[in-house]
């Protein structure tokens, strides 16, 4: 992926990043399992950031990716 994209999908995560720290501490009971799933979940929305199509807000999308793979994660 070209760097621009890179760098506007960290700034996008970093503005947002408190909908992953709610849904980590939902589903997750200690610290580490937190940031094991905080790392998932970022890896997650990188693989699927190319799909995002901007229909929706980013931080929408970003929730429903988050939930998916926390529940998979479970």
């Given at each position: 992926?070209?760097?621009?994209?890179?760098?506007?999908?960290?700034q996008?995560?970093?503005?947002?990043?408190?909908?992953?720290?709610?849904?980590?501490?939902?589903?997750?009971?200690?610290?580490?399992d937190?940031?094991?799933?905080f790392?998932?979940?970022v890896?997650?929305?990188?693989?699927a950031?190319?799909?995002?199509?901007?229909?929706s807000?980013?931080?929408?999308?970003m929730?429903?990716?988050?939930?998916?793979t926390?529940?998979?994660?479970?």
């Open positions: 992926m070209p760097e621009a994209t890179e760098q506007e999908f960290l996008l995560v970093n503005a947002n990043k408190g909908i992953i720290h709610k849904i980590t501490k939902m589903y997750m009971d200690t610290s580490e937190q940031k094991d799933l790392q998932e979940i890896l997650q929305l990188w693989k950031y190319p799909g995002f199509k901007g229909n807000k980013f931080s929408t999308w929730y429903r990716v988050a939930l998916n926390a529940l998979v994660f479970l």
